[in-house]
């Protein structure tokens, strides 16, 4: 149950890979090449969980280091340096599997509450995407499994677009400026909804943003709410983004 009403937000700004498109199960669906010439008990193979936090650790630091980088470049370089520490780094370059990694973004799938979910929310509240991809890369999905919603967002910024990626607080404050001069939307008026705790709440509570969890599950790379308590923004939570909604049309019914 919400922790401050529904009612005191006009906008919501949206994480979209975790928490409206199942990334976690495309990641792991897009590592089988790499995965099934793995030995049966080796740790990336026999366990998802490792091979998502292993995949997030290489993202983080590879975003760090290349900030300007297009997503689509990320993903691929982050499947290189996997299968180089399995061994097969050779084969992931020279097979294309790498670059291959690198487009899958538009193949992933929406959770299936998502597109539904949207535009009940729209109903209510302004939607903005902010999303650590590249234009293309969220073009495929707005023209993909986003398809049914793509009507629904009054805006999308993008990390090629800011120059950073997320967690950086450049992308909370462009967030927060776009939403100011283009859509008349103050700081306060806002609520940023994510799966993610170390990549959207706590950079959204460091620059003074509330926030909405969404629990997607399974979660691996979103984060434990246990251990982040402290220093993330949660003034709502919700399991899906469906019962966000139901939510919303009860308050704003009322």
Known sequence: MPSSSLRDYQCLTLDCYGTLIDWENGFIEAFQPLTSRLDTFHPLRKDPGTLLKRYSAHEVAIQAQFPTLKYSAILAKVYERIAAECGLGEIATSTGESAAFGAIIGAWRSFPDTVEALWRLKRHFKLVI?????????????????????????????????????????????????????????????????YSLPADLKPAKEIGLRGCLIERYPNIMGGDLEAMKDVVAVD????TLSEMADEADRVFAS
């Open 130 to 194: 902010l999303s650590n991809v590249d234009r293309a890369s969220f073009a495929a999905t707005l023209a993909g499994p986003l398809s049914g919603a793509a009507a629904a967002f009054d805006a999308v910024y993008v990390a090629e677009d800011i120059g950073s990626y997320k967690p950086d607080l450049r992308n909370f404050a462009y967030l927060i400026d776009h939403c100011k001069n283009e859509l008349h939307i103050a700081k306060e008026q806002i609520l940023h909804t994510a």
């Open 236 to 239: 709502c939570r919700f399991g």
